[in-house]
């Protein structure tokens, strides 16, 4: 199994939008830089700074899944959110994780990157 998985979206002009990522075992820590947003990806589940993430338990520690805002154009929210569930269930089904947290929701219709 690939320790670090990524799938990149693209919009119907062709165009990226959003990077989802897996990160496994030792690489979960990678993304949580502590030069970077010191909020980033802090805590089981969370959204700042145009990306999200969620967390799962995993026979060899703690799985982190992301996504980002690859453009500036406005994101759906929702769908955004069910891109990251989608990837996040599905990768850690096949890790032999735990079922990740549900992403978190607010009440905002629309994420800009």
């Given at each position: 199994m690939a320790p670090i998985e990524q799938c990149r979206l693209v919009g119907p002009d062709g165009g990226r939008t959003l990077k989802i990522s897996a990160y496994y075992?030792?690489?979960?820590?990678?993304?949580?830089?502590?030069?970077?947003?010191?909020?980033?990806?802090?805590?089981?589940?969370?959204?700042?700074?145009?990306?999200?993430?969620?967390?799962?338990?995993?026979?060899?520690?703690?799985?982190?899944?992301t996504v980002e805002a690859l453009s500036s154009a406005d994101h759906d929210r929702a769908a955004v959110r069910k891109a990251l569930s989608t990837f996040a269930a599905e990768s850690a089904k096949r890790h032999g994780c735990a079922t990740p947290a549900e992403p978190v929701s607010d009440d905002d219709r629309t994420w800009r990157g």
């Open positions: 075992g030792p690489y979960q820590q990678s993304p949580r830089d502590p030069q970077g947003n010191p909020f980033l990806y802090l805590g089981p589940r969370g959204n700042e700074d145009g990306s999200a993430w969620t967390t799962a338990s995993c026979p060899t520690g703690e799985a982190l899944f």
